[in-house]
């Protein structure tokens, strides 16, 4: 199955963290831009859960 992109910043910059990964029922994977780390399921893929949390995008201020 092919590495996906990060779903933190949609880099392909990501990669399967194979020690983790080896006796655990999902597969952990990393991202090395942005540090991101979540799980999938070894089978289909999907996304079960983001170990670091997701930064919601904030909109720009700008000071008068």
Do not use: F
């Not at 990964?21 to 990393?30: F, L, M, P, Q």
């Not at 991202?31 to 720009?60: Q, Y």
Request: hydrophobic fraction near 35%; charge should be negative; glycine fraction near 2%.
């Amino acid at each position: 199955m092919p590495i996906p992109p990060c779903p933190a910043c949609d880099r392909p910059s990501s990669r399967r963290l194979d020690a983790a990964t080896e006796w655990a029922h999902v597969t952990y994977y990393i991202c090395d831009l942005c540090s991101h780390v979540w799980t999938a399921d070894k089978e289909s893929g999907d996304i079960l859960a983001h170990v670091t949390p997701l930064l919601t995008k904030t909109p720009n201020r700008q000071h008068a």
